[in-house]
């Protein structure tokens, strides 16, 4: 089992910046991948950005050049630091973690809400 927990969410004006933090714990040997998702009332739950145990990135193209997913191996925590926020980024941010063997995310955190105004 892996437990994933978020923290960082808040409120923000369009414009401004936040950093969301997942810290694992448990079996994180097992982990090949972690991401963030969000999903917004209304809306599909979409994957913003993800990292491999190899570091390889990739972003959705909605927050390409504004997001960037990192990794502290020593502290088994996953950022997501968001620049330039608009009011469309706003949703609840869910870090997730997939298996070595798993083509989908198998372990979720509870979700942090990310508020922007305009």
């Known amino acids: 089992q892996v437990q994933l927990v978020e923290s960082g969410g808040g409120n923000v004006q369009a414009g401004g910046s936040l950093r969301l933090s997942c810290a694992a714990s448990?079996?994180?040997?097992?982990?090949?991948?972690m991401g963030w998702y969000r999903q917004a009332p209304g809306k599909q739950r979409e994957l913003v950005a993800a990292?491999?145990?190899?570091?390889?990135?990739n972003y959705a193209d909605s927050v390409k050049g504004r997001f960037t997913i990192s990794r502290d191996n020593a502290k088994n925590t996953v950022y997501l630091q968001m620049n330039s926020l608009k009011p469309e980024d706003t949703a609840v941010y869910l870090c997730?973690?997939?298996?070595?063997?798993?083509?989908?995310?198998?372990?979720w955190g509870q979700g942090t809400q990310v508020t922007v105004s305009s």
């Open positions: 997730a973690a997939r298996r070595l063997w798993s083509a989908n995310y198998d372990y």
């Open positions: 448990g079996s994180i040997s097992m982990i090949s991948a």
């Open positions: 990292i491999t145990s190899g570091s390889s990135t």
